[in-house]
Nanobody
Framework: QVQLVESGGGWVRPGGSLILSCAASGFIFSNYVMRWYRHAPGKERELVATIGTVGATNYADSVKGRFTISRDNAKNTVYLQMNSLKPEDSAVYYC???????WGQGTQVTVSS
């Protein structure tokens, strides 16, 4: 079955960086668009970044220029490099393959001083 396992979350001070990873299994990873979402308490879930099968990317305006999504099809892994983090980036981050209606368990990112 489809499995998505995120890692790399944690606590970081404003201005810091984190890289999230999402290891995928149970499907032909290279054939699918991958997405990162985030969900903060009291807010709606937000689509953060998308990467297509050949590497085309798209970002929410709130993270453009600070976050970078990438994928390694040989490792069945999608990444989210997050730089210049702000307190408002604090959320649970999920990777997803929406075409298969599958989500990971999420990883918490907390940005505070």
């Amino acid at each position: 079955q489809v499995q998505l396992v995120e890692s790399g979350g944690g606590w970081v001070r404003p201005g810091g960086s984190l890289i999230l990873s999402c290891a995928a299994s149970g499907f032909i990873f290279s054939n699918y668009v991958m997405r990162w979402y985030r969900h903060a308490p009291g807010k709606e879930r937000e689509l953060v970044a998308t990467i297509g099968t050949v590497g085309a990317t798209n970002y929410a305006d709130s993270v453009k220029g600070r976050f970078t999504i990438s994928r390694d099809n040989a490792k069945n892994t999608v990444y989210l490099q997050m730089n210049s983090l702000k307190p408002e980036d604090s959320a649970v981050y999920y990777c997803a393959v929406t075409r298969l209606n599958s989500w990971g368990q999420g990883t918490q990112v907390t940005v505070s001083s």
